[in-house]
């Protein structure tokens, strides 16, 4: 990723951020990203017949242009 397009999407600025549920297989009925320090990250994906998996995570550290520290699990 450039940095310009980093810089906009820790800044939570990039409009194209709400996209990516359209890029991630057939359905994600859950997209959210706090990014910021304590904030959520849970994501879903479907495949519209019962199955699908999730991932969890939050964020450690941001520090904007520089560094960003997270965990993530993946079900």
């Not at 999407?9 to 990203?33: F, H, Q, Y």
């Not at 991932?55 to 699990?73: A, K, M, N």
Request: proline share 8%.
């Amino acid at each position: 990723m450039r940095s310009w397009a980093l810089r906009n999407v820790i800044l939570g600025t990039d409009p194209s951020i709400s996209e990516r549920a359209k890029w991630n297989g057939p359905s994600m009925p859950v997209c959210n990203c706090e990014a910021r320090p304590g904030g959520k990250i849970p994501y879903e994906w479907s495949d519209g017949k019962g199955g699908g998996f999730y991932q969890t995570g939050e964020f450690i550290v941001l520090e904007p242009f520089s560094r960003i520290v997270h965990v993530e699990r993946m079900y």
